[in-house]
Structure formats: C-alpha cells, structure tokens
C-alpha cells in the first residue's frame, strides 16, 4: 500500500484547511486509516482514524469539534478536515494504514504503512 497526502500550507489562526491521503496498491487489505501530526521538538502524536469498512470514527480531544476525519471508498482516499484552527496545531500531518483484521480500537492500533507527511502551518 502506498500512500499519498496532500492539502498542507499556511492559514490563518481560526481559519480551515483539509488533508487528503490517497491510497494505492493492496487498498483491499486496508482496515483503517489514520492521521498523526508531529510538531517540531514533540513526538509523533495520534489525531485520529476511521474504520474503512463502516466508517467509524475516533479523535482525540484536542481536535474534537474541530477536526472531522472522514473517507471516501471509491477513491481510496481519506481526509482530514480542519476547522477553527489554532497555532498549537502547526505540525507535520502523516496519514498511516492499517492492513490487520483486527478488533483492537482505532485509538490503539499498529499502524503498517506511512505516507510522506505534509506541513501544516497556523499563524497567530
């Protein structure tokens, strides 16, 4: 599986932006998929992922009410929408699948397949 994101840039804070990660290749096998951020100096972080076959959702609660993670199957494609944004969510955005039928919830599972990460950036 490979995987391609896209939509990063500078916005304003309180402005919107929205992420894409197309998915190519062995897209049957996906379970899930996910975005991470890393801001510089922090470590890598979860933001949230859905479940590609009945599209549930988790997030966590630093993006909750602003963040909508949602996909669209025919494309192989998932998206991340931001809303209100603030600088504290400068960061690079990964999007990530998983390929294991697995029952471990979306906030806790292993993530096989990495795309190449684009810049989010939030000014004040």
């Known amino acids: 599986v490979q995987l391609q994101a896209s939509g990063g840039g500078l916005v304003q804070a309180g402005g919107s932006q929205r992420l894409s990660c197309a998915a190519s290749?062995?897209?049957?096998?996906?379970?899930?998929m996910g975005w991470f951020r890393q801001a510089p100096g922090k470590e890598r972080e979860f933001v949230a992922a859905i479940s590609w076959s009945d599209g549930r959702t988790f997030s966590v609660d630093s993006v909750k009410g602003r963040f909508t993670i949602f996909r669209d199957n025919a494309k192989n494609t998932v998206y991340l929408q931001m809303n209100n944004l603030k600088p504290e969510d400068t960061a690079v955005y990964y999007c990530?699948?998983?390929?294991?039928?697995?029952?471990?919830?979306?906030?806790?599972?292993?993530?096989?397949?990495w795309g190449q990460g684009t810049q989010v950036t939030v000014s004040s």
């Open positions: 990530a699948a998983d390929v294991t039928r697995t029952l471990r919830p979306l906030n806790n599972r292993g993530w096989d397949y």
């Open positions: 290749g062995r897209t049957f096998s996906i379970s899930a």
